[in-house]
C-alpha cells in the first residue's frame, strides 16, 4: 500500500516514547482491526531545518452502532509560550486526520411480491440484522477504548511538553550567564593589551636614553681635562638607566604573567562555549521532542473531533435503516394478513363445493322420490322435508358465496395496496438512481458540456438563470443532461435548446465552483511548476466533485495541439484599461479534462502575441490587464463562484480588483484564495502603473497595502494579494516558516507575520497520470516497482542516445533536470559533475540558464564533455527526453539554496531515482535521509545534507554512490519503496477542500447574520 510521508509517527510497534527528561508510555490500539493501513509521508513543519508536520493516518472503515456515543475532550490547536529570554515561538501546522465510517448494505435483487415464498426470503433478514449488532458492538468497545487510551495519551503528551520547556528555559538562563563571564574577560584581556602597548613603548623610550647615553659617553671621553667628572656623571646616568630599565622589565614580566593566566582563563571559557554548542543542540534535540509532541497531540484531539462528527452520520444511517426496517414489517403484516383472509376464503370454497356435492345428491334423491311420490304420503311428506332442506340449504349456500366474494375483494385489495407499495419504493429508487452523479462518463465529456451551455449564454440564446440551472446540472453530472445530450445529437440547435431548458426544473448544488485564474497551465503554457500545479490541483479537485474552471490568457506560443474542441465564442468582452474600453475575444476549450476559456485581448500593445510567456518590459501591464479582463468575464457570463483562486504575482491584481470594483457590481459570491509559488518573483513596479487597471493608487499605495515595504513609491503586487485575499498559501510547510523570516520573506515576512492567521503552507503533488512510468509511451520499456527490469533497459537505451560507455552495466547513472539559475546551487551542480566521475559514476544534465553568464559557463563546460564516455550536459529543454533521464537515472541531485516545493525529487521517486537533496523548503518536508536514526525506517527515501557547499555536497553523493555499489540489494529495496509512495494530488486537494469549505462558510455565516 502507498505510503505518505509524515515526520512524525505512530506506528504499531510503538508503545513507548523515550525523551531525555520524560517517558511518555502510549496505551496500545484496542484492537487490530482500528489499526492504521495507510499513511502518507508528504509534510514536516518544524521551527528549524528539521521542523516536520503531524502525520496523516487513514483508518479502516469502522461498522455502524446506534449505541455508540464517543467522548470527546476539547484542546486547543496551538499554544504560545513566553518567558523573559525567549520572545516568541512559532506556531506548528498539523494536517486534520480523516476517519470514515462506512455502513455497508447488500445487494436485494427486486423479486415477485405475489410469490408465495416471500415470506420465507424476509424472515431470515432480521437474523441477519442481530448478527451484524452484534459484530457491530465489538468493532464500538475497541473504538471506545481507543478513544479512552488517546486521552490517556493526550494527558502524557501534555505532561511531558511543560517539562521539556521548563528544562529549555533553564539552560537558556545557564547559556546567558556564561555569556556575562565571556564578556567581562574579554573587557581584562582588552585592557591587559593596552598595559602591553604603553610598557612596549617605555621600553623603546629606555632604548633610545641608552643610545643618547653611549653618544654622551663618547664626547666625554674626547675631552682629556674633565675625565674624573665624567666618570661620575657616567655612573650616575647609569645607575638611574639600570634602576628604570629594571623597573619597567619587572612590570613587563609581571604583565606576562598575568597575560598567560587571562589566556588559561579564555581557554577555559572556549572549553565552556563548546559546552553551550551542545547544550544548544540539546535545546534543537527538545524542540524536535516538544514539536513531536504537540504534532502526536494534534493527532489524537483530531481523530476524537472526526470521531464525534462520523458518528453523528452514523446515528442518521441507523434513522433511515431503521424507517426501512419500519416498512419492510408493515408489508409483511399486510402479506401476512392477505395471507389469513386468503387462507379464510380457500376453506369456505371447499365447504361450498361440498354443500354442492350434497345438494347433487339430494336431487338424485328427489328424483327417485319423485318416482315414487305417488305411491305414498310418507313419501310426499318426505319430500316436502327436503325441500325444505334445500331452500335451507341454498341459503346457506347463498350466504357462502357472499362471504367468499367479500374475502376475495379483501383480498384483492390488500393485494392492490401491496403493489402500490411496491410501486411507490420501485419510483423512489428510479428517483434516488437519477439523482446520482454519472460516473461512467469522462470529464471531457461534461467539460464540452459546460462550454456548450455558456456559449449559449453568450450568444444570448437561453436566460442567465437557465444557463445557472444547467451549469448545475452538469456540475452534479445529472444523468438528465446526459441522456439529453444523447438524444439531440440528431436535433438542431434550436430543438436541442428546446430538450435541455425542459430539465430546468429541480437542479441541486453538488459541491463548490472554483475558478482558478493563472498565467500557466500545463501541457498548454508551462514554463515552471506553477502550471503542473493549476492542472494537478483542478483534476484532483473535479474528481472529488466540484466544478473546477480555468481562465488563461491566449499566447501565441501555446501547445495548441493539448487543446480539445477548441472554438471562439460569438461574443466580446470589454475590459476597462489606460482610461477606455478594450475588446477581447473569447476562446474555449477541454485541457486534460478541464473546461479553460482563453482571453485574446484586442489591443495595439498586442500583450499575448509576444512568442513567449514571461519577460517582458511590459509584463506589469499585460498581467493587470488580463487580471480585470478574467474578472469582467465572470461578470459578464453570470457566473457565481465560491473561490476565485489566483496564482503567482502576475495575477495577484484580482484580489484587490474583485473587492473594490467588481464585488460592488454583484460578482460579490466568491471568496478569494491566492497561492505564492516563489516569493523571490514579486513583481513591483512604479505606483503610477497601477491606475492603467483602474484601481485607486491614493487609497492602495499605503503601507498597510500594497505599498512596496522596501521602496515607499512602489506597490507590491503579492503584498496586496496577501492583504486582499481570504486565504494565503505557499507551496510547502518549511517554506512557509522560511519567508516569515528576513532572509526569506524578500521584504514581505512583516506582512506575512502580521496576516499569519490565514497564511499556511501545503506540500504540493505531482499529476501521477502524466508521470506513471507503468503509462509512460514515451519510454522505451514501460515498468513499475514489482518489474525494474524496465528501468535497466532505459538506462540502456539513454546511454545508446547519448554516446555513453555501456561498458559497466552497474555504473551508476546521477541525473539533473533543472533551469540553471543561482537558486537551484549552480555552483553544486558544477561540483556534482566532476564529483561523480571521481567516484566512478556518470553525469545527465538537462536544462538551461536565463542568465547569460551562466549559459556561457555551462556551455564551455557542455563542449569540454561533448565525446567524453561518462558525462553528457544537454543545455536546452526536452518534455520527451526529461522523462527518459527520469526512468535511466539511478539517482537524481537537488542542490537547491532554496526551493519552495520542488517537484523533481517526486517525479525521481515516482520512476526509481532516488533523490540527493539540500534540506530546505519542499525538499525537507518530502525527502528523509536513509542515514538519519530520528526517522523510522519505513520512511526513509533518499539522501540529504544541510550546508550548502562543496563539502556538504561530497557528504550525502559519496553515500549514495557508495550504497549503490556495495550494497545493491538494499538499494533496490529503496528503489521500490520510493516507487510506492503516494505523490499524488489527493493529499494536498483534500487541505485546500478543507480550507475552501472553512471560509466559504465563514461568509455564509456572516451573510446569515447580516
Known sequence: MAAKLPPCFFSHGWSDLNCKHSKLQFCPLPSRRLRSVSCKMRQRNFSSQHKRQGKKVSPERLPTNANFQPKVDEHSE?????????????????????????????????????????????????????????????????????????????????????????????????????????????LRLAETD???????????????????????????????????????????????????????????????????????????????????????????????ERSFLESALKELETKLAVSQEDVSKLSALKLECKNLWEK????????????????????????????????????????????????????????????????????????????????????????KEFQDTLDNLKEESKKRALDDPVDDMPWEFWSRLLLMIDGWFFEKKISTNEAKLLREMVWKRDGRICDAYMSCKEKNEREAIATFLRLTSSPTRAGLHIIHIAAEMAPVAKVGGLGDVVTGLGKALQRKGHLVEIVLPKYDCMQYECIRDLRALDVVVESYFDGRLFKNKVWVGIVEGLPVYFIEPHHPGNFFWRGKVYGEHDDFKRFSFFSRAALELLLQAGKKPDIIHCHDWQTSFVAPLYWDLYAPKGLN????????????????????????????????????????????????????????????????PTYAQEVRTAEGGRGLHVTLNSHSKKFVGILNGIDTDAWNPATDTLLKVQYNANDLQGKAENKEALKKLLRLSSADV????????????????????????????????QFVLLGSSPVAHIQREFEDIANHFQNHEHARLLLKYDEALSHLIYAASDMFIIPSIFEPCGLTQMI???????????????????????????????????????????????????????????????????????????????????????????????????ATRT
Not at 447488500?106 to 451484524?132: R, V
Not at 478513544?147 to 547559556?175: C, F, G, P, S, T
Not at 552497474?810 to 539533473?816: D, E, M, T, Y
Open 78 to 186: 496551538s499554544e504560545t509560550l513566553s518567558t523573559d529570554k525567549i520572545s516568541s515561538l512559532e506556531h506548528e501546522h498539523v494536517s486534520n486526520n480523516d476517519v470514515d465510517i462506512t455502513v455497508v448494505a447488500g445487494d436485494a435483487n427486486e423479486k415477485d411480491l405475489n410469490s408465495p415464498t416471500l415470506l420465507d426470503e424476509i424472515k431470515p433478514l432480521s437474523t441477519d440484522a442481530d448478527y451484524g449488532e452484534q459484530i457491530s458492538s465489538v468493532h464500538l468497545q475497541d473504538l471506545i477504548g481507543m478513544i479512552r487510551n488517546a486521552e490517556k495519551n493526550i494527558l502524557l503528551l501534555n505532561q511531558a511538553r511543560v517539562r521539556a520547556l521548563q528544562d529549555l528555559e533553564m539552560i537558556l538562563n545557564e547559556k546567558q550567564a556564561l555569556q556575562a563571564d565571556i564578556n567581562i574577560l574579554e
Open 908 to 1006: 525521481a521517486m515516482r520512476y526509481g531515482s532516488i533523490p540527493i537533496a539540500r534540506k530546505t523548503g519542499g525538499l525537507n518536508d518530502s525527502v528523509f535521509d536513509i542515514d538519519d536514526n530520528t526517522i523510522p525506517t519505513q520512511f526513509r527515501n533518499g539522501f540529504t545534507f544541510l550546508t550548502p557547499d562543496e563539502q556538504g555536497l561530497n557528504g550525502a553523493l559519496d553515500r549514495a554512490l557508495g550504497h549503490y555499489v556495495n550494497n545493491s540489494q538494499s538499494w533496490q529495496q529503496l528503489v521500490q519503496k520510493v516507487m510506492r509512495i503516494d505523490l499524488s494530488w489527493d493529499s494536498s486537494a483534500l487541505q485546500y477542500e478543507e480550507l475552501y469549505e472553512k471560509s466559504v462558510a465563514r461568509a455564509r455565516a456572516i
Open 669 to 732: 459570491s466568491a471568496r478569494i484564495c491566492f497561492t505564492c509559488h516563489n516569493f523571490e518573483y514579486q513583481g513591483s513596479a512604479p505606483a503610477s502603473d497601477l491606475t492603467s487597471c483602474g484601481l485607486d493608487v491614493h487609497q492602495l499605495n499605503r503601507p498597510d497595502r500594497m505599498q512596496d515595504n522596501l521602496a515607499h513609491d512602489r506597490v507590491n503586487p503579492v503584498k496586496g494579494a496577501i492583504v486582499f485575499s481570504n486565504i494565503v498559501t505557499t507551496v510547502s
Open 328 to 415: 419492510v414489517e408493515h408489508l409483511q403484516a399486510l402479506l401476512d394478513k392477505a395471507t389469513k383472509q386468503a387462507d379464510q376464503a380457500i376453506s369456505v370454497l371447499q365447504q361450498n363445493q361440498e354443500l354442492r356435492k350434497k345438494v347433487d345428491k339430494l336431487e338424485e334423491s328427489l328424483e327417485e322420490a319423485n318416482v315414487y311420490k305417488s305411491s305414498s304420503e310418507k313419501l310426499q311428506q318426505y319430500n316436502e322435508l327436503m325441500q325444505q332442506k334445500i331452500k335451507l340449504l341454498e341459503e346457506r349456500l347463498e350466504r357462502s358465496d357472499e362471504d367468499i366474494h367479500s374475502c376475495v375483494q379483501l383480498y384483492q385489495e390488500s393485494v
Open 194 to 288: 593596552a598595559r602591553i602597548k604603553v610598557t612596549a613603548q617605555e621600553k623603546i623610550h629606555v632604548e633610545l636614553l641608552e643610545s643618547e647615553l653611549e653618544k654622551l659617553q663618547s664626547e666625554l671621553s674626547s675631552r682629556s681635562g674633565t675625565g674624573g667628572s665624567t666618570q661620575d656623571v657616567h655612573e650616575v646616568v647609569a645607575l638611574s638607566n639600570n634602576n628604570s630599565a629594571y623597573s619597567l622589565n619587572d612590570e613587563f614580566s609581571s604583565l606576562r604573567k598575568e597575560n598567560k593566566s587571562l589566556k588559561d582563563d579564555l581557554e577555559t571559557l572556549k572549553v565552556k562555549l563548546s559546552d553551550i554548542n551542545g547544550t544548544d543542540e540539546r535545546v534543537l534535540m527538545l524542540e524536535k
Open 810 to 841: 552497474k555504473q551508476p547513472l546521477v541525473g539533473c533536470i533543472t533551469r540553471l539559475v543561482p537558486q537551484k546551487g549552480v555552483h553544486l551542480i558544477r561540483h556534482a559533475i566532476y564529483r561523480t566521475m571521481e567516484l566512478g559514476g
